[in-house]
């Protein structure tokens, strides 16, 4: 009699299991699409940056800096109109300006 | 199956002929059927009891054959047939394409980088459309509808309509849904900075492999290596899971040494220049006089590597690099800077260059003016071919020829870029007393601008000479002495006093820097014969105090009546060391206020005594 009833408790929690092992398949696959998708979305947005840096490029090249400043009147600096100013102690001699290497 | 009962009952109804045997195994039956049965005698027929035995076997045989062969292909025997067959339902290789590396200039900014975009093509007896749907096929494609419709009747399996087309009209062509017509992945390279730096940058073809230029030299670093996964996909094509996968090996990105702000001031100073003297062509070189990097290679004519269909043969070539011409004066230091640091001449050695003629053997070379008699100094700022012929002929052949060698004439530079070229100078044992006359003062002789430069920056750097690179450096690289600082510094006072008033180029002055730089002016070669065509260069330095850049402009057949290096080239010099001094803020160590002579100077009349090349007579 109770070997009955143990059997049919051993053979609800195999039912049981059998389920759960179904379910948790199932999430892991629909968990993997997710993730499938979220590194497809990844790609794209890196494919969007990608382009995105292009135009960045493309606007901010020297020939259209140039056109844009000589719409709005701009002059380039030159020597003769900048006032230079050294600093004390890193002397006038000093070559290179601070900065102008990299 | 029929049971022994039933053919013993038949055999009850047997007929006539067999009845005897019939009535003996079963005497049953009225007298009535038998009549009936005798009717066929088919009935009559007792089968033998083996028969039904083998029909039992043959049965009980093939059963065992079915669960044979059931177990044969489930159970493990011969099972990769029909798993394979079974995977093929629910599998997939996918691709994963690599990226090809961008390619930056020294700061950063992008000069070539890729994108992906789609490949339209058709399987064209496939394609069903009417008018409408083609005429909106043709306006996404940017093509005209006679042309789609002659290429969708061509008698083929496959055609492209239209390759690198953005991803976004592919998938507006892909919602027309026309029958026959499908996109493929593939990457576009986008060039942003077009024609400016397409020389040093080079392109791609289709398939994003490189052609040209630094897309060429250093493919292997910038291709991707595909990589690819096999996956699980569910009834509604959505990947469930991962077998296994291979990564993708993206190409690498490159940093070059070009500074895209100095490249376009040297882009649009040799192209002003190019055009204001209706030249053929013309290039330009600036270097980093301190780690040898080229900050830019500018190139006229010009294309533009986004447009594809436009890349024509002598637009692309890189003149610095491949085009090798007589450089003329701008080879004069050379000989002198080899005869001071042999000890044979001082800058303050006088030398008689009246009356501006010589014969050496059979042939005369000579001064466009005769300036009596010269320093050494000045035979440099007044560019005397006299004067360094005499100097040069001071040497031995053997030691001039060493130098130039140790200068890099005759070598191609290492710079790992397609095409480059040695140029020519000839061993020293094959010449002769005129032509190593010709030779000091650029004739005879023929270089790049890149070697040119390279040799200038010797003269910048206190005698060294670093291997120029077109990729930044981080650390200095490894310098080699050719030459002594004391003789490289009296160069630069020389070099120096070529570009102040009563030398051969104040055009080549600019506010607020000292420079220093040579003319050259060249007749071309053609057929053996020099010709009235010239090639106008200058190359030189700034700032004088501490050389910081390099600059080389060559211009090629400046066709208006100008055509000397120190009205053509240099003050395409003076614009570019101008704009790229102070773009790499450099700080000033010269008079800041704009020579005010500098005008006047420009004029023809004042280009005081300009070198002349002598054609063999």
Redesign the interface.
């Known amino acids: 009699m109770i070997r009955r009833g143990l059997m049919v408790v051993v053979a609800l929690l195999l039912f049981a299991s059998a389920l759960g092992l179904v379910t948790a398949q199932h999430r892991t696959?629909s968990l993997?699409?997710d993730l499938?998708r979220a590194q497809q979305e990844a790609r794209q947005l890196d494919?969007d940056y990608?382009?995105l840096?292009?135009?960045?490029?493309?606007l901010?090249?020297?020939?259209a800096v140039?056109r844009a400043a000589v719409k709005l009147g701009f002059r380039?600096?030159?020597?003769?109109h900048?006032v230079?100013l050294n600093l004390p102690e890193a002397s006038?001699a000093?070559?290179?300006?601070p900065?102008?290497?990299? | 199956m029929k049971s022994p009962a039933r053919a013993a009952e038949r055999g009850t109804g047997a007929a006539r002929g067999g009845s005897e045997r019939a009535g003996s195994r079963s005497s049953g039956g009225t007298r009535r059927e038998r009549t009936a049965a005798a009717a066929n005698p088919l009935l009559t027929v007792a089968l033998p009891a083996w028969r039904s035995k083998l029909l039992l076997f043959t049965l009980f045989v093939a059963f065992v054959a079915l669960g044979g062969r059931a177990f044969y292909l489930m159970g493990g025997v011969s099972t990769q047939f029909l798993q394979r067959q079974g995977e093929a339902r629910y599998a997939r290789t996918l691709e994963i394409p690599a990226t090809r590396g961008r390619v930056t200039d020294r700061n950063g900014v992008v000069l070539a980088s890729s994108v992906p975009a789609r490949a339209v093509w058709a399987i064209p007896e496939d394609v069903e459309t009417n008018a409408a749907q083609l005429a909106q096929l043709a306006k996404l494609l940017d093509l005209n509808v006679a042309d789609l419709r002659r290429r969708l009747a061509e008698d083929k399996s496959f055609v492209y309509l239209r390759r690198q087309v953005d991803v976004e009209v592919a998938e507006r062509i892909a919602a027309l849904k026309i029958a026959g017509i499908h996109s493929s992945r593939e990457f576009k390279r986008h060039y942003p900075e077009g024609p400016t730096s397409a020389h040093v940058v080079g392109f791609t073809n289709v398939e994003d492999r490189g052609q040209e230029g630094i897309e060429l030299a250093y493919e292997s670093q910038l291709a991707g290596r595909s990589g690819s996964r096999r996956v699980i996909k569910d009834r509604l094509g959505r990947i469930v899971d991962d077998v296994w996968l291979r990564e993708p090996g993206d190409g690498r990105d490159l940093a070059l040494s070009i500074d895209s702000r100095v490249q376009y001031i040297a882009f649009s100073a040799l192209k002003a220049a190019v055009d204001k003297h209706n030249a053929k062509a013309g290039a330009a070189l600036v270097l980093d006089v301190h780690t040898g990097e080229v900050l830019a290679l500018a190139n006229w004519p010009t294309f533009d590597p986004n447009l594809r269909g436009r890349l024509s043969g002598d637009a692309i070539r890189n003149r610095v690099i491949t085009d090798t011409f007589e450089p003329g004066s701008t080879m004069k230091p050379f000989a002198v800077a080899a005869a001071m640091d042999l000890g044979k001449v001082r800058p303050d050695t006088r030398i008689q260059t009246a009356p501006g003629r010589m014969t050496i053997g059979d042939r005369t070379i000579g001064d466009a003016h005769p300036h009596g008699v010269l320093t050494v100094e000045e035979v440099v700022a007044k560019s005397s071919n006299i004067g360094t012929a005499k100097i040069a002929l001071e040497l031995p052949a053997q030691a001039l020829w060493d130098s130039y060698t140790a200068f890099g004439f005759g070598q191609a530079p290492r710079l790992g870029f397609p095409g480059a070229v040695a140029g020519r100078l000839r061993p020293a044992k094959s010449w002769r007393p005129i032509e190593q006359a010709t030779i000091s003062y650029g004739h005879g002789v023929s270089v790049t601008l890149m070697q040119l430069a390279r040799a200038y920056s010797v003269l910048a750097r206190d005698g060294e000479m670093v291997p120029l690179t077109l990729t930044r450096v981080d650390a200095p690289p490894p310098a080699v002495r050719v030459l002594s600082p004391e003789t490289a510094r009296a160069m630069r006072r020389m070099l120096e006093m070529a570009v102040a008033e009563g030398g051969t180029a104040p055009a080549a002055r600019i506010a607020g820097y000292r420079v220093a730089g040579k003319t050259g002016t060249a007749r071309k070669i053609r057929n053996g014969q020099y010709v009235r065509e010239y090639v106008s260069s200058f190359v030189g330095f700034a700032p004088v105090s501490d050389p910081r850049v390099v600059i080389a402009v060559m211009i090629d057949e400046p066709s208006s009546d100008l055509y000397y290096g120190g009205l053509v080239a240099a003050p395409a010099f003076a614009q570019i060391a101008a704009a790229s001094l102070r773009t790499l803020q450099v700080a000033p160590d010269g008079p800041l206020e704009e020579p005010k002579s500098l005008l006047a100077l420009r004029q023809p009349a004042s280009a005081a005594p300009l070198l002349q090349a002598v054609p063999p007579q």
């Open positions: 696959r993997f699409v499938e494919v990608e382009r840096t292009i135009d960045q490029a493309r901010a090249q020297p020939a140039e380039a600096v030159e020597p003769g900048t230079y006038a000093a070559p290179l300006a900065g102008a290497r990299k």
